[in-house]
């Protein structure tokens, strides 16, 4: 190659500058082959860079892999040299584009420049042939115009420098044809122009040349070796034109890859097969191919990261010659098989304690060879130093500081720097860092948690412990001494103090007097930590204390609601089907949660089987129609329960006459009396009279009207009757949501004719299919002591009471 490519380097040596100058980039594009020193650009000055500041900045170059470094930087002119061979061949092999990619490296500060060199081909390989000399049996009976495979010459060059014709010794009989393959690569096939006569010739040596298109061209020759020989008519026939197949990479030795096939129409010698790879190239070295059975195994190191897939030609050759070719195309898969490496550019040591937090003291930079999640690094520092990795440019990474650094509390620095990739499963790599700190300093305790909760039960004992809270200070001695204490604040108007305490050297908080999850259920206590230096240094946390319920309230009965010692009667219509409302017990808790679920149970009553109570509803309803033998009295003690561990209860009576008319209700006994009494029972007397008499007007006109009407039923009125707020304790506003009191029902009232004393008959829910009707009648317990017997004892005697009223609480 000696004077050529030196003439051909004088030629070809220039400099493209600056492609794309984006972000700091470079690119230069240079021929293969410079000799070492050579120059590609002054970098300097495409970048804009103080030439005098190279050298104190460390100016240098580095590959982004940490391969050869190809390239240099004079620091004292600011060209960019060539340092190592530059050969295109066995760096980008036959790719249209190579390019070489480098990195210009500056510190104080970190600062980084890509630099692409363009890698150019020059005609330094020649075009070679697989085998010295290609042998041909053809047989004499072949037609004018029959064409023949010739082989494929092989130039490591691209573009022009590649293969870009083949010559033919002139002859009597072939001549040539070339043919371009997907993909550019040119091919020649020898076509039978004349036909032959196995008597007058048995052999032809023809001579084939392949040549290049560079300048100075290069051209390789092979013989070509044809034997007449009798007809073989039928050429082998692949499977498939193209066989693709994928193997992972570091596959062991003789691991079968594919097995390609071809048949071939002839019999014996003539259908023959054998499989041969086509031309010469480096995967010839790492695969072999059965010739006999077609297959193709491995037989050398398959590495993804060197070559990530194999194109090959693959050809079918009977017993006497003819060929067929097919494309091999083997996709090698990563594997995650290299570990990501460390490497340390740069670190400041010792480093000065009066350091500010986010302070650069090293730069580290880390590699991965693998592709893809296989090579995507996070890169990570052990906990307890304060330090920590911040990601720069590309994979370049900053150890910063993170707080202010104290000698006398840690003078040395062991720092471990793990960098593991994303592969299945992940590769890591540590690298140690020793760090010497010089002296100076202080640090404010810290608190372990940004918060804390605490949860108490109510009705706590005074002095019970909450929670814990830590802070730490790494500073010495009394610098370090934490002590704890409540900042001043108010919680419900009382001062924080009364509520909690902590205990300055533990910071163990403790309640100070019993919680009320009723009055108080979550209140914040914000605690702060002091040193004991000089000045001292403090940091506060903010804790939530959460008061949980315990099931310490009874339930309530809303409805039926006592007043005094007087109770309340509700009638029921003798007509009353199975299933009809008759009446509700309403009831609410002050507890939360399941606390104050309640269920409803009738504990006792006259009798067992008429009436049932809804569990969840607290609806009373007929069990079955009510006949005639049934007591007119009828007494129900409900209980109501909540869901309380232990489980909390109330007890209610309701009383329930069974009659169509008012008229039915036993008189009422004269009951004795105090005589404080005498006035008030006088006014109620009078009162009863009073609505009685307007009452049974009231029922009397009714009756004409449905007289007159034919007796259909006239509806008289409708109510949305709601329980009335008098009747809610405080705090059972925001009962609704805890299930404990329902919204309120609204029903329809109907009078009929059908009665001798044109009493109530019915009720019509607007939310049930059948309400009986409901009434109440109000008398002192004496007044029904003879109704309804003395199931529990006899009642005290209250004040005389009777009123006749239509409730609807429902």
Not at 25 to 42: A, C, F, L, T
Request: glycine share 6%.
């Amino acid at each position: 190659m000696g004077s050529s490519r030196f003439a051909l380097f004088c030629g070809l040596a220039f400099i493209v500058l600056v492609l794309h100058p984006v972000c700091g980039d470079v690119s230069y594009s240079i021929p293969e082959e410079m000799k070492r020193g050579s120059v590609i650009g002054n970098i300097a000055k495409d970048l804009g860079l103080d030439l005098g500041r190279l050298s104190a900045r460390k100016a240098r170059i580095d590959t982004e892999d940490n391969s050869v470094k190809y390239c240099g930087v004079n620091l004292n002119t600011g060209d960019l040299i060539v340092q190592e061979r530059i050969d295109r061949e066995g760096l980008c092999a036959k790719k249209a584009s190579c390019v070489l990619k480098q990195e210009l490296v500056l510190e104080n500060p970190l600062e980084l420049h890509r630099v692409s060199i363009r890698v150019q081909d020059i005609n330094d390989n020649s075009p070679q042939f697989k085998e010295e000399s290609l042998k041909f049996e053809i047989h004499e009976s072949a037609d004018k115009g029959e064409r023949f495979l010739l082989g494929e010459a092989h130039d490591g060059d691209i573009g022009e420098n590649a293969v870009q014709g083949y010559s033919l010794q002139q002859n009597d009989h072939f001549k040539l044809n070339v043919n371009t393959k997907a993909g550019g690569r040119k091919y020649g096939e020898l076509v039978l122009d004349k036909e032959l006569d196995r008597e007058d010739k048995k052999e032809i040596m023809l001579l084939l040349t392949a040549f290049d298109g560079g300048s100075p061209q290069r051209s390789g020759t092979v013989v070509i070796h044809v034997t007449v020989l009798d007809a073989n008519d039928n050429v082998p026939v692949f499977s498939q034109t193209v066989y693709k197949a994928s193997l992972p990479e570091n596959s062991p030795l003789d691991t079968l890859v594919i097995t390609v096939s071809a048949t071939d129409a002839d019999e014996g010698m003539y259908g023959e097969v054998i499989y041969e790879f086509d031309h010469v190239s480096d995967e010839n070295n790492v695969f072999s191919l059965d010739s006999k059975s077609g297959e193709v195994r491995v037989t050398g190191a398959i590495d993804y990261e060197k070559v990530s897939s194999h194109e090959m030609q693959i050809s079918a050759k009977d017993g006497l010659g003819l060929v067929s070719y097919a494309t091999l195309i083997i996709e090698v898969i990563d594997v995650n098989d290299n570990a990501p490496v460390i490497y340390l550019k740069s670190l400041t040591n010792p480093i000065p304690e009066n350091l500010s937090p986010g302070t650069e003291v090293g730069i580290i930079n880390v590699q991965d060879r693998d592709s893809e999640s296989n090579r995507q690094v996070r890169c990570s520092i052990q906990q307890g130093a304060p330090f920590k990795l911040v990601p720069s440019i590309k994979n370049y990474y900053s150890l910063v500081t993170t707080g202010q650094l104290d000698r006398e509390l840690v003078s040395d620095y062991n720092i471990t720097i793990t960098a593991t990739d994303e592969g299945s499963p992940p590769l890591s790599s540590s690298k140690s860092v020793q760090l010497s700190v010089a002296d100076i300093n202080d640090n404010p305790p810290v608190f372990e948690d940004q918060s804390y909760s605490a949860y108490v039960s109510e009705n706590n004992k005074p002095g019970s412990t909450l929670c814990s809270v830590t802070a730490r200070d790494p500073d010495w001695r009394q610098n370090g001494t934490v002590i704890y204490s409540v900042l001043p604040g108010e919680v419900n108007g009382a001062p924080v103090s009364s509520y909690v305490s902590v205990n300055g050297d533990t910071g163990v908080i403790h309640a100070v007097r019993s919680f009320d999850y009723e009055q108080l259920r979550s209140f914040k206590v914000q605690v702060m930590a002091r040193d004991n230096g000089s000045p001292p240094l403090s940091s506060n946390v903010t804790v939530s204390v959460f008061v949980s319920d315990v099931n310490d309230n009874s339930p309530q009965i809303l409805y039926p609601a006592p007043e005094g010692n007087s109770f309340m009667t509700e009638l029921v219509p003798k007509a009353a089907h199975g299933g009809s409302l008759v009446s509700k017990v309403i009831a609410v808790d002050a507890d939360s949660g399941q606390n104050a679920w309640l269920s409803y149970e009738i504990v006792k009553s006259t009798d067992p089987g008429l009436f049932t109570i809804g569990v969840h509803s607290g609806e009373i309803r007929t069990q079955r129609d009510i006949s005639e033998s049934d007591s007119m009295k009828q007494n129900l003690i409900v209980a109501v329960k909540d869901n309380g561990q232990p489980s909390l209860s109330a007890t209610c009576s309701m009383y329930l006459l069974i009659s169509d008319n008012l008229a039915e209700v036993p008189e009422l006994k004269d009951i004795s009396y105090d005589e404080k009494n005498s006035k008030l029972t006088s006014y109620l007397i009078i009162a009863l009279v009073s609505v009685s008499t307007f009452f049974l007007t009231f029922i009397i006109i009714i009756l004409g009207v449905r007289f007159c009407r034919r007796r259909k039923p006239r509806l008289l009125f409708d109510g949305a009757v709601a329980i009335p707020s008098a009747y809610l304790p405080p705090n059972y506003a925001d009962v609704d949501g805890t299930g404990t009191l329902r919204s309120a029902y609204n029903y329809d009232a109907y009078l009929t004719t059908g009665s001798r004393t044109s009493d109530f008959k019915f009720v019509t829910s607007y939310n049930d299919n059948t309400l009986p009707a409901d009434q109440t009648l109000r008398k002192s317990p004496s007044d029904f002591a003879d109704v309804f017997g003395d199931p529990d004892g006899s009642p005290e005697v209250g004040t005389p009471f009777i009123s006749l009223t239509s409730y609807f609480p429902f």
